[in-house]
């Protein structure tokens, strides 16, 4: 895995092999990371990652300076990788990893973010559930994003707060906002 722009572009990161995940390829994460360039100032985003995984997206974050973020995931061989990479990075404390099941994470989370994003295994992805959970508790500020990675054969068009999709091979992402687009 490598981090495709920023501070750290071209950094080459190597997780151990038997993490049980499924990394966002390149292609998806800078056709991603495209779309919110032009649309935010990273040091300014409060970042949350949810299904954090090897912590991919994070770093692209924080390469690209955001330095409050949170990457949530429950298994703890995960979040020893992603700690050690935030060391080796040496990331401001502001940026963390935490061993959590992501509903409880989120049930008990009491902060606003700029931005979700949620990479939930593609045989298990829980979308109706995060949307619901997220916009009832308030978890985004009034701008904020919610993201959603998903296999593209699945589609969410039709849930709450659903305002674009953008599509990169077998990955789409889903975007949800407070505010409907129209």
Do not use: W
Not at 163 to 182: C, D, H, L, V, W
């Amino acid at each position: 895995m490598r981090i495709i722009s920023g501070n750290f572009k071209g950094k080459q990161i190597k997780a151990p092999i038997d993490l049980p995940v499924r990394p966002t390829t390149d292609y998806a994460k800078s056709g991603l990371f495209n779309i919110l360039n032009n649309r935010y100032r990273f040091p300014k985003l409060k970042v949350l990652d949810l299904y954090a995984g090897t912590g991919s997206l994070s770093y692209e974050f924080f390469s690209r300076g955001s330095t409050t973020i949170t990457a949530v995931d429950n298994d703890t061989s995960c979040v020893k990788f992603i700690r050690q990479t935030i060391e080796l990075l040496k990331a401001p404390t502001s940026v963390s990893a935490v061993v959590a099941d992501v509903h409880s994470y989120l049930e008990r989370a009491i902060s606003k973010y700029d931005l979700i994003i949620a990479d939930p295994p593609f045989a298990i992805t829980p979308a109706e559930e995060l949307v619901t959970i997220i916009f009832e508790r308030e978890l985004l500020t009034d701008k904020g994003i919610f993201i959603l990675e998903h296999n593209s054969k699945d589609i969410f068009d039709e849930l709450p707060h659903f305002s674009e999709k953008r599509k990169y091979g077998n990955i789409t992402f889903s975007f949800f906002t407070k505010q409907i687009a129209t």
